[in-house]
């Protein structure tokens, strides 16, 4: 067997094996527990054995290549499974004007909101829109973040909506994570299709859908069902188009009234319904027998000041997944931290420990259909986890502006160590 240092590098995607670590592999079975003095082997970027050391077969260890973990803790790694990450501009100068009492009519007639973004947007073209996305993406890879799901909506045009999927998937090339696309045109209404929600659907939202499928640049389809954006009934229409061609669906729903929008996701079968905050206890119940995961998104709660808090305990009680994400976004959330989304996850809605680290694993997974993929340590998934000098998982959540990762591994290779990201 070769050895090495801890802190040595290496790409190889031979059989590797990581000694001397305290593992928790947020399985549905084990939560939070420790396996003290852990092994965790992979080969061709899938783990071979994960568990104490007595119990690891003996012919594991031939021909790897052992790292020693230095008694440092592990745990899967990161997934944000509900953001925004590409887009054009900023929209700091409307939070300078909300902090001095701006409306948002205010805002919105000084040029800010939604539309101050698409422009932005859609003067970038899709080499600069991955430039501007890269300090996001590599901000949350520095957290510990494997996989991340990237929306459209800010362009809301065909071919702009288009420029930004292929700016996400060209994100996927240069570094190492994994990209999952979202077709989101239905996201708002451009301002030349003002009260024509039908027309919008019609000439942009669907052909764009179906030029994205064609161009393999879509995963998944979401939209936003409020009555400041597109009704039940509207939605559908988006998602029927999606059964069609064989794309799954999501949606933001509840976010800001309660127009029954989970129940629709729920109906066709949503990975996820997003938001949620006036969603009826009631309803939690179909999201828990579609198995559409909860998404709560606790950074748009803050930057919002919202006072309508997710239902959590009737998420609890009816057995739903729960999960968490940053919602990165210019105007509501702009927020590039799953480290700070699990602390405000259990500080503002009562989240525990492990329902705010299994929020960004095990169920964040499930909520892009990636649970046979990642978001747990188990044989058989992608080797993605990561290493942290910590003592408690607990530490993870209960820290603000601390990150402790000391290195980051995807698909059995090290991507990040705490000296930065690794090509």
């Not at 994960?50 to 997934?79: K, Q, T, Y």
């Not at 570094?175 to 299709?193: G, K, N």
């Amino acid at each position: 067997m070769a050895g090495r240092d801890f802190s040595g590098e290496s790409s190889s995607a031979g059989r590797r094996l990581w000694r001397n670590a305290r593992i928790t592999t947020l399985s549905n079975e084990a939560g939070t527990d420790i396996i003290e003095n852990g092994v965790l082997a992979a080969e061709g970027g899938r783990i071979l054995f994960v568990g104490p050391a007595h119990a690891m077969p003996a012919d594991i260890a031939d021909n790897a290549e052992v790292i020693d973990c230095g008694g440092r803790l592990m745990l899967p790694s990161f997934i944000d499974c509900h953001t925004h990450l590409v887009y054009g501009g900023n929209r700091a100068m409307e939070f300078e004007m909300r902090l001095a009492g701006a409306t948002y009519e205010e805002i919105a007639r000084a040029g800010g909101g939604i539309v101050s973004s698409v422009k932005a947007t859609n003067a970038l073209t899709v080499d600069q829109l991955v430039a501007a996305a890269l300090p996001r993406l590599d901000t949350l890879i520095a957290e510990g973040v494997s996989t991340v799901e990237i929306k459209s909506g800010y362009a809301l045009s065909i071919e702009g909506e288009l420029n930004m999927l292929r700016a996400a998937r060209r994100l996927g090339e240069i570094r190492p994570v994994r990209i999952l696309t979202t077709w989101l045109a239905a996201h708002a209404t451009p301002p030349e299709y003002k009260g024509r929600n039908g027309d919008y659907i019609s000439e942009i939202v669907i052909p764009g859908l179906r030029a994205a499928h064609a161009e393999g640049l879509v995963d998944a389809v979401d939209g936003f069902c409020e009555g400041i954006a597109f009704s039940p009934a509207e939605i559908a229409r988006v998602f029927d188009e999606a059964k069609v061609l064989g794309l799954p669906v999501k949606l933001h729903a509840e976010q800001l009234s309660d127009l029954k929008g989970a129940r629709l996701a729920a109906a066709y079968g949503a990975l996820s319904a997003d938001h949620l905050e006036y969603l009826a206890d009631e309803d939690a119940a179909a999201l828990a027998e579609a198995g559409t995961v909860a998404v709560l998104l606790p950074g748009a709660f803050y930057t919002l000041r919202e006072k309508q808090h997710p239902p959590v305990k009737a998420l609890r009680a009816a057995g739903a997944s729960i999960s968490l994400a940053t919602d990165s976004n210019p105007g509501t959330s702009p927020l590039t931290s799953l480290l700070m989304t699990m602390n405000m996850g259990a500080t503002l809605f009562g989240l525990t420990v492990e329902e705010c680290l299994a929020g960004v694993t095990r169920e964040a997974a499930k909520a892009l259909g990636l649970q046979d993929e990642t978001g747990t340590l188990e044989a058989g998934k992608a080797a993605d986890f990561t290493l942290w000098d910590i003592q408690r998982p607990a530490e993870l959540v209960y820290r603000i502006g601390f990150n402790p990762l000391v290195q980051r591994v995807w698909n059995g290779r090290t991507t990040f160590s705490s000296a930065g990201v690794l090509a």
